[in-house]
């Protein structure tokens, strides 16, 4: 993996730990693609008896070329956490048997994904994600995620949309 075009400069020198052996692990950023992955990740698990690890990534934001302002990190990485716990929180909701972990990973989404997938069985992800390219068949990040992970992909669309669950290997 090229680190200045796939993952952003410098994310070569971020390594994050992989998430636990076997189970499925779910990107989660509030998009609808990526709350309907979450869904089906726990749907899976309900079935299969799964540990599902619900996991999002946050970044300092960048302007190009305009004046980056300070951001303090522990309040990104604060309302990344709060963000995943409610999501997390309401689609486990009525669901006491479920097995679910959260993880909020400083780091590029993709590449976060990708290593806390290192051990899993199956890694989901929703079509498209909060970037600005919502026009594509497939995000940048899933499209990643399909390249580049050591185990297979589901990539789940949006509920209501008629596009289909696309799957890799």
Same mark, same amino acid.
């Given at each position: 993996?090229?680190?200045?075009?796939?993952?952003?400069?410098?994310?070569?020198?971020?390594? *994050?730990?992989?998430g636990?052996?076997?189970?499925?692990?779910?990107?989660?950023?509030?998009?609808?693609?990526?709350?309907?992955?979450?869904?089906?990740?726990?749907?899976?698990?309900?079935?299969?008896?799964?540990?599902?690890?619900?996991?999002?990534?946050?970044?300092v934001?960048?302007?190009?070329?305009?004046?980056?302002?300070?951001?303090?990190?522990?309040?990104?990485?604060?309302?990344a956490?709060?963000?995943?716990?409610?999501?997390?929180?309401?689609?486990?909701?009525?669901?006491?048997?479920?097995?679910?972990?959260?993880?909020?990973?400083?780091? *590029?989404?993709?590449?976060v994904?990708?290593?806390?997938?290192?051990?899993?069985?199956?890694?989901?992800?929703?079509?498209?994600?909060l970037?600005?390219?919502?026009?594509?068949?497939?995000?940048?990040?899933?499209?990643? %995620?399909? *390249?580049h992970?050591? %185990?297979?992909?589901?990539?789940?669309?949006?509920?209501?949309?008629?596009?289909?669950?696309?799957?890799?290997?």
């Amino acid at each position: 993996m090229d680190d200045e075009g796939e993952f952003g400069k410098g994310e070569s020198e971020l390594r *994050h730990e992989a998430g636990p052996e076997g189970g499925i692990v779910v990107g989660v950023d509030g998009s609808p693609s990526s709350i309907s992955a979450l869904g089906w990740a726990l749907d899976e698990a309900e079935r299969t008896g799964a540990v599902v690890r619900a996991v999002t990534a946050w970044e300092v934001p960048t302007n190009w070329g305009k004046p980056v302002p300070v951001y303090p990190g522990d309040h990104l990485e604060a309302e990344a956490g709060e963000r995943l716990a409610r999501i997390v929180g309401e689609a486990t909701a009525g669901r006491p048997t479920l097995q679910v972990t959260q993880a909020v990973v400083k780091g *590029h989404p993709a590449r976060v994904l990708l290593d806390q997938a290192r051990r899993a069985d199956l890694l989901v992800v929703g079509q498209r994600g909060l970037g600005g390219f919502s026009g594509t068949l497939v995000g940048s990040v899933s499209q990643k %995620c399909l *390249h580049h992970a050591t %185990c297979p992909v589901l990539v789940v669309p949006a509920e209501g949309t008629d596009d289909r669950i696309m799957a890799g290997t």
